[in-house]
């Protein structure tokens, strides 16, 4: 029904930047929140952003407010997640993920609809 592709991560130093991008297609996205999420080797999957149809609510993870900054075009079917200031502990595979997000955006079980995921490698 929905399908994501995550794109832009890759290798980059401490203190460097990247910008995630995920696109989505099916009719639906304008009315589904998006979220962020992101999981280490040997870590549970971790939450990260999220923001919602109108992006009047967006809320980050403590680990990276201040740093990150989620954004959507919903004529475009895409979310953004700039990372700015990177860490070595930012080392993920970083996943887009999209549904009716009711009340648990911060639960991976919250959402419907996953992407492949994209590798963020930050170096020390």
């Known amino acids: 029904q929905v399908q994501l592709v995550e794109s832009g991560g890759g290798l980059v130093q401490a203190g460097g930047s990247l910008r995630l991008s995920c696109a989505a297609s099916?009719?639906?996205?304008?009315?589904?929140?998006m979220g962020w999420f992101r999981q280490a080797p040997g870590k549970e999957r971790e939450f990260v952003s999220f923001i919602n149809w109108s992006g009047s609510n967006i809320y980050y993870s403590d680990s990276v407010k201040g740093r990150f900054t989620i954004s959507r075009d919903n004529a475009k079917n895409t979310v953004h997640l700039q990372m700015n200031s990177l860490k070595p502990e930012d080392t993920a595979v970083y996943y887009c993920?999209?549904?009716?997000?009711?009340?648990?955006?911060?639960?991976?079980?919250?959402?419907?609809?996953w992407g492949r995921g994209t590798q963020v490698t930050v170096s020390s």
């Open positions: 099916g009719r639906t996205f304008s009315s589904y929140a």
């Open positions: 993920a999209t549904g009716f997000v009711s009340g648990s955006y911060y639960e991976p079980l919250g959402y419907d609809y």
